[in-house]
């Protein structure tokens, strides 16, 4: 008598279903650590806890991303397209010709782009993610800053200098840091409503070109494109006595 291949049993089979790696599971993991790391931060969220916000098996985190360090840079690996947009614009601007506007085109491309992100469904957890772990001195956020950041950073450090070629680069670099500031708190502030009394929300479309002409307004008053130059001393004028001597 034949018999029958042994078959596995339906409720196995619902099990390994479920245990098999999905893209769609690996994106909630990726989600999952980017809300609970913005929310808590780097050190006070366990595996465990993104497994459980991800509604994931625990060992499926690892299986993807190895250890939280990895998880954590994987976050901005994932948003790295924004970075490259950023200097795309940058480029753009650069190859163009100069005209009056360029030290304004300069700014957009730093900043709408972040702009565009933070109004998405996940750049809240984003910004705040940015806002509060990045200012940190750890091993993980070097090397995020090193890797993806500090490129981008002097990318429009020189195009600040080459919008004012007259000033040195170390105060292109301040005016870049400043510029930083403004548009953190901006993506990360949550006062809006209250400082304006209702009339302003978080992130207002209509904040964006405010922001672009504050920013280029006080690069351009610490790097003025006439740079004040000081008096030469005047030369004396001479004597009758010795013009005289002179033509003679």
Request: net charge positive.
């Amino acid at each position: 008598m034949a018999t029958r291949p042994a078959t596995q049993p339906p409720r196995s089979r619902a099990a390994s279903a479920r245990s098999a790696p999905r893209p769609d599971r690996q994106m909630a993991i990726l989600l999952a650590a980017e809300k609970l790391f913005a929310q808590h931060g780097y050190h006070g969220v366990s595996i465990r806890q993104i497994a459980e916000e991800a509604g994931v098996p625990l060992a499926l985190v690892g299986y993807y991303y190895g250890p939280k360090s990895e998880l954590f840079h994987a976050i901005f690996q994932h948003w790295q397209g924004t970075i490259q947009e950023r200097l795309a614009l940058l480029q753009h601007v650069l190859s163009g010709p100069p005209t009056e506007a360029f030290l304004r085109q300069v700014v957009e491309a730093f900043v709408r782009p972040v702009l565009v992100q933070r109004a998405s469904a996940e750049g809240e957890y984003y910004a705040q993610l940015v806002g509060r772990e990045l200012a940190r001195q750890t091993p993980e956020t070097h090397r995020v800053l090193t890797e993806f950041f500090d490129p981008l950073a002097h990318s429009f450090i020189d195009a600040i200098h080459a919008a004012r070629p007259g000033h040195d680069r170390a105060r292109a670099a301040w005016a870049y840091q400043f510029s930083l500031g403004a548009l953190l708190h901006h993506i990360t502030d949550h006062r809006a409503p209250t400082l304006s009394r209702g009339r302003n929300q978080v992130c207002a479309p209509e904040a964006a070109a405010l922001l672009i002409d504050f920013i280029t307004a006080g690069i351009a008053a610490v790097m003025p494109l006439s740079i004040p130059v000081s008096p030469s001393p005047r030369r004396r004028a001479p004597s009758p006595s010795t013009t005289s001597r002179r033509q003679a």
